[in-house]
């Protein structure tokens, strides 16, 4: 009987013997120079549900790119985008077309991560990554596009943020078109320092907020950014209280002085009964200082005049 573990040639017995490889000895793939270490095995396929509140736009790729980073990354997956985990042959053995365990499942996770995308981009962006096979090459697609023309976007948003200006919106809407560039300035790498915040914000405030704005830049103290907000809200506040006061002021000593000088109204239209009676003295008083003449002719009865009969001498 062979012995285990002796010598592979026995010329005393000519039967060969079979040695067993240590359990200890390294992968052949170690020992070649300059050979990769093994990639560690794949994890549990998580679950394909995951919120993505953030769909892909021009302006907000850095914002979606963590998004996706903090999914991938949670559940093991980077080495799928960054390359670092090709795609294993399909077959084990081309010849009898034996289909490789670590094939199907390197699909599977590759697949999970590419519905993950696909979840996080609206419709018009779908169009540009038709065609890719892999979460990498869908990756590095996405990556090249939206950074190409980054200098631009952030020369187009600084413009923006040194132009704006309050004039007639009220502050929540002035604050909230400044945090928004800031926000997409952020996105696109070019994050905004709390100096230039400031002094957009008050650069683009009318001149009935300098008190307010020399106020703040005179304290010794660095306040945050969001008190500053709440202290604008404030300060409009009291602004707009003061003239609604002011205009009501106003208004109420105009109309005292109209008051003052109207005339008191006194209707002008006559009295039918009152002017007929006037009428009827003044012309009975016109009759009296001057009576008729005695030779007048009167109607007679018969149509005709006639004077009034004289006595004859």
């Not at 923006?160 to 809407?173: M, V, Y």
């Not at 002017?275 to 030779?295: A, G, K, L, V």
């Amino acid at each position: 009987m062979a012995s285990v573990g002796s010598s592979s040639n026995n010329p005393s017995t000519g039967n060969p013997t079979i040695q067993m490889p240590p359990t200890n000895i390294p992968n052949v793939q170690d020992q070649i120079i300059g050979a990769q270490p093994p990639l560690p095995p794949l994890p549990i396929l998580p679950s394909m549900n995951q919120p993505f509140t953030i769909k892909l736009d021009a302006d907000n790729y850095l914002i979606w790119k963590n998004q996706l980073l903090n999914v991938i990354i949670a559940n093991g997956l980077e080495d799928f985008i960054d390359g670092s985990r090709p795609c294993p042959p399909r077959f084990t053995d081309p010849a009898r077309q034996i289909v490789n365990a670590e094939y199907i499942a390197w699909q599977r996770f590759n697949r999970l991560i590419m519905s993950w995308i696909y979840a996080s981009l609206t419709q018009g962006v779908m169009g540009q990554i038709v065609g890719y096979a892999s979460a990498f090459e869908i990756w590095e697609a996405l990556n090249q596009i939206y950074t190409s023309s980054s200098l631009a976007k952030i020369t187009e948003l600084r413009a923006k943020l040194q132009n704006l200006r309050k004039d007639g919106l009220t502050a929540i809407e002035y604050i909230q078109k400044h945090k928004n560039i800031c926000n997409t300035l952020a996105a696109v790498g070019e994050p905004v320092s709390c100096k230039d915040h400031l002094l957009y914000l008050f650069g683009g405030l009318d001149r009935e907020y300098n008190a307010f704005v020399t106020s703040i830049t005179k304290r010794p103290d660095n306040l945050p950014l969001e008190e500053i907000y709440s202290l604008l809200l404030s300060y409009e506040f009291r602004l707009e209280s003061q003239n609604a006061s002011a205009q009501l002021s106003s208004l109420q000593a105009n109309l005292a002085h109209l008051n003052i000088n109207k005339k008191p109204y006194r209707p002008n239209f006559s009295n039918p009964v009152g002017h007929f009676t006037q009428n009827f003295q003044n012309r009975t008083q016109q009759f009296q200082s001057h009576p008729p003449n005695s030779n007048q002719f009167q109607p007679s009865i018969l149509g005709k005049p006639q004077g009034k009969h004289m006595n004859q001498p």
